[in-house]
């Protein structure tokens, strides 16, 4: 018999979706796929956007979509990478996804990476070394991903607002907020950060918290003015959105309880690697509020940990980069995929 693979390498989701989610693919008027959305004719980008501008109480005018956050990403990089200005500059965290670098290395944009540190049990951005680099640096792009991806630290509305504050105006700050439903059910500081500033932006997913990876849908919030609006131009898609998309994007995001339900397994799955690996000599597992925990391993132990995934059709993120390379990311995943993870550890670890 073949084993199924278990993914816990990517931060998906292990879960189902909800009710909401499976009525509106059951119920999908097909027809709907014959034609363009007409939506457009009323100066609006999709029936995603509008419902969006409802729940946030964002103007539509300063929300965009993509196909994923990584679509609103690349199109945010690529735009105020290779604008007029020639200022190429980006300035990523230490650690981070890679995506970042890949996506202004494809319009030759400049990326440099600022300090995150290491803290008791957690990680945490530098704004000292931050603060110095945008003076030096004058960068065109600031990018914050919080939760960040791997490292699951994030920053409050409070000190968003004050990177915000240390960036001259020409100074784009993108903030990529992949996970941070997990973080708080709060959403009025977008509003209110996207009203007193124009040069920030959000980018948000379906992707993590409502789980719908394979959805690819995306959504952004942008400042008011001339530089934002010119670019929500250019990130528009003029004959609409995927049609069927925008119907479970909508379904998703109004089955929030169930999404919570979930985000409680992931609660308890935190606690439980704490406790159980945490207390092990030589592991560590930091802080976390995204769907993912990051843990730290004594390295001698990498290859029979490796070995033990894979023969149990394990499959989680064994990170290489520099100064990180002796750590692993797991998804967290579903009660007994969470015990199976930490059963494989404590049994390596054990030996
Ligand atoms: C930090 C971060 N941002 C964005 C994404 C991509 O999201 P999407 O599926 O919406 O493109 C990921 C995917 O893992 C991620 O880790």
Redesign the pocket.
Known sequence: MKTELNYLD??EFNFEPSQEVKDAIKNFDLNKLCFYTRIYDQGKKSIFSVFLSEQYSIDEKQIVLGY????L?KMAVHYFLTGSDGNKTMLIPKFS?WYYKSIADEVDGRTLQYPVYETEDSFAYDFDGLRRMIAEENPKILLV?SPN?PTGNGLTPDELEQLVGMVPATTVVLV?E??ASYVTEDISYIRNLIAKYPNIIFCR?L?KFYGL?GL?L?FGFIGKGETMERFSRYANKYLGYDRLSEEIGIAALKSDAHYREIARVMDEARRMYTDEIGSLPGFKVYKSMANFILIKYPIELKAALQQEFAGQSYKVKFMDEPDINSHMRITLGRREQNRMVADIILKVAKR
């Open positions: 990517r931060n994923g956050a990584e679509d990403l996804w991903a991806n990529d992949a996970y997913t992707s990876p690819r995306g």
